[in-house]
């Protein structure tokens, strides 16, 4: 069955740095988009970044521009986000999440989705 594994949340001081990465289980993620989101206490879950299949495409939303930075190494099975100049704000749980068709591009419906890892922006 798919599967997705997030690690590398923790607690970091504002300014800091953070690489979050989603691992595939039981299947290729290489044949997938992959979309970081993440949810702030109290807020509604929200679309961070994403990635094409082949990495060639890739978007973020305003908020995470210029700070955030997504690639994958479909040999690791792998999608990174790295996080720079960590702010509070950034507080919340981080989710990748995949459509549920291999091939279809960043924007369709997400089906599968990790458990999340918490990342604490704090002092």
């Known amino acids: 069955q798919l599967q997705l594994v997030e690690s590398g949340g923790g607690l970091v001081q504002p300014g800091g740095s953070l690489t979050l990465s989603c691992t595939g289980s039981?299947?290729?993620?290489?044949?997938?988009?992959v979309g970081w989101f993440r949810q702030a206490p109290g807020k509604e879950r929200e679309g961070v970044s994403c990635?094409?299949?082949?990495?060639?495409?890739?978007n973020y939303v305003d908020s995470a521009s210029g700070r955030f930075t997504i690639s994958r190494d479909n040999a690791k099975n792998t999608v990174y986000l790295q996080i720079h100049s960590l702010k509070p704000e950034d507080t919340g749980v981080y989710y990748c999440?995949?459509?549920?068709?291999?091939?279809?591009?960043?924007?369709?419906?997400?089906?599968?989705w990790g458990k999340g890892t918490q990342v604490t922006v704090s002092s």
């Open positions: 999440a995949a459509p549920g068709q291999h091939g279809a591009p960043c924007g369709y419906a997400m089906s599968f």
């Open positions: 039981g299947f290729s993620l290489g044949y997938y988009a």
């Open positions: 990635i094409s299949r082949s990495g060639n495409m890739i």
